[in-house]
């Protein structure tokens, strides 16, 4: 029993450090079976759900498509964000049965969309090691109905530490079949301009943390301007991250040819709060064209 064994090695430990180590020891063990088996109950009653956060052209305003992004609404502890079950997911095994139930609820919600709208999920590094994953990915798509001409992939760096054979076929895979590829999370960790070249990534996110810093420090300015030029000339498009003032936007638009998401254009919400946006934009696919204007 965990908390035994946490109370065995309190003890080794000595006297001394018994009192203040052992309960808050016992508290974390228990904590995180608690969240453990928490997982694992949601993950067999569908209790993960996909959210939408909009992505824009920064240029014109207008949307492109929606990154999902995974919440658990967990009865104990109400609606959670990924940094808290992605990780434990990943360590249990359970991250890619848990990562296509929810792809495949967002292919069926992303289907009902105006067909120019695409839709980006993230993939975990622990995924990429599964020799089939491009082959499961594309039947997901076959079974929503879903055209991979409008699926973006999104992957962080750490993807390029996992066997970079096997990730560059994965990669390849896709690609062939209309998929896109970004790399996520660009300007944190060890970014280099080798890793741009790693894989043929189709579109580069800069990180929200790296974009928040724009408006106040002069050389992140001339940093993301760097980039800009580097992805203008090796024609990988750019996303920025986070963006949450007008000020914020105004930056990046001097600066270059931006996609952008971030709370300035709208939180993550869930399908049927973007459905209804949709709707009444006249972009859900069943809807009936807007009419004509009226002849003069
Ligand atoms: P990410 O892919 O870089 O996603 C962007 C994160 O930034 C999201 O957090 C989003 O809610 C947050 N965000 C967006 N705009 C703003 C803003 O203007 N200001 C601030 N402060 N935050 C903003 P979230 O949803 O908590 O996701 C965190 C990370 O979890 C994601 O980072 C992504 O790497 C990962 N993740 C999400 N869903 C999945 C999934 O289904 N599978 C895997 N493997 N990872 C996922
Ligand atoms: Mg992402
Ligand atoms: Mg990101
Ligand atoms: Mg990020």
Redesign the pocket.
């Known amino acids: 029993h965990m908390a035994d064994m946490a109370m065995y090695h309190a003890k080794k430990n000595g006297r001394n450090r018994y009192d203040w180590f052992e309960p808050r020891m016992e508290h974390d063990l228990r904590m995180r079976a608690e969240l453990e088996n928490g997982i694992l109950a949601g993950i067999a009653r569908g209790e993960f759900v996909?959210?939408y956060?909009q992505q824009v052209d920064i240029e014109t305003g207008e949307l492109t498509g929606f990154?999902?992004?995974?919440?658990w609404n967990s009865p104990q502890l109400g609606l959670v964000?990924?940094?808290r079950f992605?990780p434990v997911a990943?360590e249990l095994g359970v991250?890619c049965d848990?990562?296509e139930a929810?792809?495949s609820q967002a292919l069926r919600d992303a289907r009902e969309w105006d067909s120019n709208l695409t839709l980006a999920?993230?993939?975990?590094p622990?995924?990429m090691r599964d020799p089939w994953f491009a082959q499961r990915l594309l039947k997901l798509m076959a079974e929503a109905n879903f055209p991979p001409e409008r699926l973006e992939i999104?992957i962080?760096e750490n993807c390029l530490n996992e066997n970079i054979g096997l990730v560059r076929s994965l990669v390849t895979s896709l690609k062939n079949q209309g998929v896109s590829v970004s790399l996520?999370?660009f300007g944190v960790g060890y970014a280099t301009l080798a890793q741009l070249r790693a894989l043929p990534f189709d579109r580069v996110?800069i990180?929200?943390n790296f974009v928040?810093r724009l408006t106040r420090n002069e050389d992140t300015a001339t940093v993301v301007s760097t980039i800009a030029a580097i992805g203008e000339s090796m024609n990988l498009p750019l996303t920025a991250?986070?963006?949450?003032t007008e000020n914020l936007r105004d930056s990046l638009r001097r600066i270059g040819t931006f996609k952008g998401?971030?709370?300035?254009?709208g939180?993550?919400e869930p399908a049927e709060a973007v459905r209804a946006r949709l709707k009444s934009e006249a972009r859900l696919s069943n809807d009936a064209p807007p009419p004509l204007a009226p002849g003069p």
Do not use: C, H, W
Request: hydrophobic fraction near 35%; proline fraction near 7%; glycine fraction near 4%.
């Open positions: 996909p959210f956060e990154e999902m992004l995974a919440r964000t990924p940094d992605i990943e991250i848990l990562s929810i792809i999920v993230n993939i975990s622990v995924q999104e962080t996520d999370d996110k990180d929200r928040a991250e986070g963006i949450e998401q971030g709370y300035y254009y939180r993550p």
